[in-house]
């Protein structure tokens, strides 16, 4: 590939980087100059090939994903012919293959599911298409930041349209993830993907691949002779899906799932519906580095109250007030932001500019309750003698009848009549509402300012669930309890502490749903699923 040196492709990609090249193909990471994103270019010199078949492969795989249209799938951008070059332009995945993955990531149970649920979907929808892809195995499977899964190389995939020169079913593929079938050259269906899809699947669930031996000969006979029953006690980590591995394992194509669909259904998971996002990976590492954080703050915290010299009490003093416990559950958060209320079209704002609030008082009136020295000051944030300034914080919440805590001193129930009066610095806020968890918040009061602070606890500290049935009749209960009854109104979510939620949807006149994961403060989901029949 030593013609392509100019830093501008075919008219329209600008290079950023080389990511594989030889004579024959390269792969670039470039910048399409049209649609100003980035993109995976592969390149092709078909004069370089001898064998005319590898050309036609990779012109089949931008005929065959330009017809995909699926969140799931990767998606062509363009393709087409420059001189002897062939190429074709891919949406490019901020992220690494599951391979990748594999070696440096742990995930839970539940991203695992959220994995293999977009696995099935993918396929599911190009099995539809006609498309058998023969070449699922980790490196061809791309993960983003947030889970989100994406399929791709489709360059050893049949279409229903494709004539063939030679044998459509010869040997090929990845030795460790082909199905029986697949090393026997026999005929190929949608059941040879979902076989090396298993194969896939065992090795997210358990971290072995279940066939993988020292060479290729060994492989091939290890899928061609291997023990249904040996896979049984090797799949014991896979809670929850050791029946589904084990079925998409089957060595004869009549045991398997008929289809991707068919395994979605066993996990009651609409085809349409959206895949619940869960625990993230780089979400786990924030948590992890926030709590290593939090240890350190708390350990600087006491080396300084041991060690500061006793002449300074007045700044100990200061250091202790500012340390309190309540503070630190909070963590280092002294930027405001918006509260945002899904069951609202407009945020709530969070302003620390303005002088004005919902129910204003007087300048002269607010300086004479604060800084008149004949008046006692009862506030014990206002301890100093000598203070720097003076403001105020409006603290309002909704649900009402929250009791706010300053410094981990009450100041009474929401909502307030008027702003509270408070030196400038920095402040915890704790609101105690019955019907929600403690929530923290960390402000600054500036001098000559109204600091407003209004938060909706509910949507801070819970989760959100909607719900749709088919059939629709059916009563849902959340960890147990019952929640609400089907058909939910439009936007008439359930509220749900958040943690571990195991959601059962009872129909006497059909199975109950029953299906389990886990949500965070703040998290919204929709789900569509589907009754069964006993």
Same mark, same amino acid.
């Given at each position: ?29 470039? $910048? ?45 951008? !363009? ?29 839970? &149970? ?5 994995? *293999? ?28 930041? $947030?889970?989100? @899964? ?11 349209? !494709? ?52 060479? @290729? ?6 899928? $061609? ?196 009066? &408070? ?24 001098? !000559? ?22 059939? *629709? ?14 058909? *939910? ?6 509220? @749900? ?16 749903? !029953?299906?389990?994961? @886990? ?16």
């Amino acid at each position: 590939m030593s013609a392509l040196t100019s830093e501008i492709l075919f008219e329209k990609f600008q290079i950023i980087e080389v990511l594989k090249k030889d004579e024959h193909a390269a792969v670039f990471l470039a $910048n399409h100059i049209y649609l100003s994103k980035k993109i995976i270019l592969k390149v092709l010199n078909t004069q370089k090939i001898f064998d005319q078949s590898s050309v036609e492969r990779f012109k089949r795989e931008a005929k065959i994903l330009a017809k995909l249209d699926h969140p799931n799938i990767i998606k062509v951008l !363009d393709f087409g012919m420059s001189k002897e070059f062939f190429y074709i332009s891919f949406e490019y995945i901020e992220g690494e293959s599951l391979r990748e993955v594999f070696k440096t990531k742990t995930l839970t &149970l539940d991203q695992k599911e959220h994995v *293999m649920i977009q696995l099935l979907k993918g396929l599911d929808y190009a099995h539809k298409n006609q498309i058998i892809h023969r070449d699922i195995k980790p490196e061809n499977i791309f993960i983003d930041k $947030n889970l989100n @899964v994406k399929l791709g190389d489709f360059g050893l995939a049949l279409s229903a349209e !494709d004539n063939f020169v030679t044998n459509p079913y010869a040997i090929v593929g990845t030795p460790s993830y082909m199905s029986p079938e697949q090393v026997r050259g026999a005929k190929l269906t949608a059941q040879s993907d979902l076989f090396s899809l298993g194969v896939v699947l065992f090795e997210l669930f358990t971290g072995k691949n279940p066939f993988l031996k020292e060479n @290729v000969s060994l492989t091939l006979n290890e899928i $061609n002779s291997f023990e249904e029953s040996s896979l049984i006690e090797k799949i014991v980590e896979a809670q929850g899906v050791n029946n589904i591995l084990l079925r998409l394992l089957k060595k004869n194509v009549n045991n398997r799932y008929n289809s991707a669909e068919e395994v979605l259904d066993e996990l009651n998971v609409m085809i349409d519906q959206p895949s619940i996002v869960v625990n993230s990976v780089d979400r786990d590492g924030r948590q992890s580095r926030l709590a290593w954080l939090f240890l350190l703050v708390i350990i600087l915290i006491i080396a300084g109250i041991i060690f500061y010299p006793k002449e300074k009490n007045q700044k100990q003093n200061e250091l202790s007030e500012n340390s309190s416990p309540s503070t630190q559950q909070q963590g280092i958060q002294t930027q405001q932001k918006n509260i945002i209320n899904p069951l609202q079209k407009e945020p709530l704002k969070t302003d620390v500019n303005q002088n004005s609030v919902n129910q204003p008082i007087e300048n002269n009136q607010k300086q004479n309750e604060v800084i008149n020295p004949q008046k006692q000051d009862t506030n014990p944030a206002n301890n100093n003698s000598n203070p720097v300034g003076i403001g105020s914080l409006d603290v309002q919440s909704i649900p009402t009848n929250a009791e706010i805590f300053i410094n981990g001193e009450s100041i009474g129930r929401t909502p307030f009549n008027r702003p509270y009066p &408070l030196k400038t610095g920095e402040y915890s806020v704790k609101f105690v509402h019955p019907d929600c968890p403690i929530y923290y918040k960390t402000v600054t009061v500036n001098a !000559d300012e109204v600091t407003k602070l209004h938060v909706n606890i509910e949507f801070e500290t819970k989760a959100f669930i909607y719900c749709q049935a088919f059939p *629709m009749v059916g009563d849902i209960y959340i960890n147990g309890n019952l929640k609400a009854a089907l058909p *939910m109104k439009t936007n008439d979510f359930i509220k @749900v502490a958040p943690g571990a939620i195991n959601l059962i949807i009872k129909n006497p006149r059909f199975k109950n749903i !029953d299906t389990s994961f @886990v949500l965070h403060a703040r998290d919204t989901v929709r789900l569509r699923l589907k009754f069964k029949n006993e």
